[in-house]
Each structure stands twice: as C-alpha cells, then as structure tokens.
C-alpha cells in the first residue's frame, strides 16, 4: 500500500492528494517556470491526471508554452500558489509543482529539463541528467 501524497496552497483553500507515487519528477528552467518560480527553475512530480483527488477551486491561465503545447496552469486564485499544469500533448497526466508539497522531501528531482533557458548563474546538479529543451514524453510507470 502506498502512503498518499499531499499538498496545499499557502492559504489553505485548495488541497490535493495522490494515491500513488509520481511517474517522475523533474526540474524545469523553461522561461514560463522562471515567472512562476521567482526566477529558479521550477520543481515538478508528475502523476496520471485520473489518479488526483482536488478539494477547493482553482483558477487556471492557458498558454502556449516554448515545445509548441497548450499549457493550463492551475493557481488558487487566494493566495496565487503555482499548483498544477497540464499539457494538450499528454493530458492524461498532471504536473505538480513541489512547493505545495506537505512533505517537500519527496520533490528532490530526478533530472533537469529545459538547461538551454537558464540564465547563466542557474543551478543544476551536474549527477543527475539533463535536458536543454522539451524531453520525450514520460510514460506511466
Ligand atoms: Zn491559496
Ligand atoms: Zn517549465
């Protein structure tokens, strides 16, 4: 049995939960992450979207990101918490963005995505992989 995975917004207003682990988890320095993350790239798990329990409105903005994807990205419209995207290319997933984590330990990414974005002082692990843009697809584990 797998312990569920959950978050909030700042505020409290919004709150998810996962019964299952993530099918990976990702750091992002895309330019879009960079506004939503303060400048950093921005720290993502990814799960099947069916597999996601939601209390709480959110609010979402629709763009077109840099791989050529719509993009819906989730927020609550209280307190601005960056929650969740998902992408026209495999809407059958959703990404988390970590800082609405309870436990924050188990945002620790597994690989970086996007390099080619970052400002030149932009921080990744030289262990870990890397991607300088859009990376295949992630398949459910
Ligand atoms: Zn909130
Ligand atoms: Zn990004």
């Given at each position: ?8 917004c700042f505020c ?130």
């Amino acid at each position: 049995m797998t312990e569920s995975i959950t978050g909030a917004c700042f505020c409290g207003s919004i709150r998810f939960r996962f019964n299952q682990p993530p099918v990976a988890k990702r750091a992002c320095w895309c330019r879009d992450c960079q506004y939503l993350s303060a400048g950093n790239a921005s720290i993502n798990l990814i799960f099947p979207l069916a597999s996601r329990e939601l209390e709480g409105e959110v609010r979402d903005y629709v763009s077109l990101s840099d791989s050529g994807n719509t993009m819906r990205r989730s927020f609550c419209p209280h307190c601005g918490t960056p929650l969740f995207s998902t992408s026209s290319s495999r809407p059958e997933m959703v990404v988390v963005r970590a800082g609405a984590l309870d436990d924050r330990e188990l945002g620790k990414p597994e690989g970086f995505i996007w390099t080619a974005s970052a400002p030149s002082w932009g921080l990744t692990d030289t262990d870990l992989p890397s991607c300088p843009n859009q990376p295949p697809p992630v398949a459910a584990r």
